[in-house]
């Protein structure tokens, strides 16, 4: 990677991290009480943080811009942040950047800029064929593990999150409501959306090894 494409990548990275910090700051203000029971809000956390991570790692070691530290999080975290961009969009219709008559550009920032800055990240800067076809079963965890946990502070703790516009009741989204859906049907949605986010992130490994072979056969090309 040369030297202007290495600190694209640094001014990319930091620049999404410092985008994401600041609506991060902003809902957390909006919505202190119940801030860390959304998925959008601990996604995009989890990303900032390694965003901030590569960003120095790349500056201290020109390697790191094109080989971002610890891949196989980083994978992990595309999938998550993709799943935080398309629930929102398609579940939570739009994921709140226009509701209640306003424009929240916070909800814009980290509902799409970061989840689509995060992948172009990857797409534009990273050396590919990192990914393995045995790591998407495992992408899946983070977004499981936010499942229970909601489900021992809703149940188990008796925390309310009633006031966030995209709840419902006790829950903060409508799809994982209990008490309107039933425990059945909650589960079966569950489960169809890990089923359809391992096969999303089949299609990463896919469009990873694709981009890999690619580049080799350019790299073999050259004179």
Request: glycine share 8%.
């Amino acid at each position: 990677m040369g030297v202007s494409c290495r600190n694209a990548s640094i001014i990319f990275k930091l620049a999404l991290a410092v985008a994401g910090t600041i609506a991060l700051i902003a809902q957390c203000a909006e919505h202190p009480s119940s801030f860390w029971y959304f998925f959008t809000h601990i996604s995009n956390i989890a990303v900032v943080a390694y965003l901030y991570v590569a960003g120095v790692a790349a500056i201290r070691d020109p390697a790191h811009a094109s080989r971002p530290p610890a891949p196989r999080v980083e994978h992990a975290l595309i999938l998550a942040i993709t799943v935080t961009c398309l629930v929102a969009h398609f579940m939570l219709n739009g994921g709140g950047v226009f509701s209640d008559g306003a424009f929240h550009p916070q909800m814009l920032v980290m509902h799409y800029v970061v989840p689509v800055g995060m992948v172009a990240s990857w797409l534009l800067f990273d050396e590919k064929g990192s990914m393995d076809w045995k790591e998407p079963p495992s992408w899946a965890l983070f977004p499981l593990a936010y499942v229970a946990y909601i489900f021992v502070a809703v149940l188990g703790l008796g925390v309310t999150v009633g006031e966030s516009s995209l709840g419902s009741g006790r829950w903060p989204y409508p799809f994982l409501d209990v008490d309107a859906l039933g425990a059945l049907t909650v589960a079966l949605i569950i489960v169809a959306l890990l089923v359809f986010f391992v096969a999303f992130g089949y299609l990463y490994v896919a469009i990873d090894h694709a981009l890999a072979r690619c580049s080799r056969r350019v790299s073999g090309g050259r004179v």
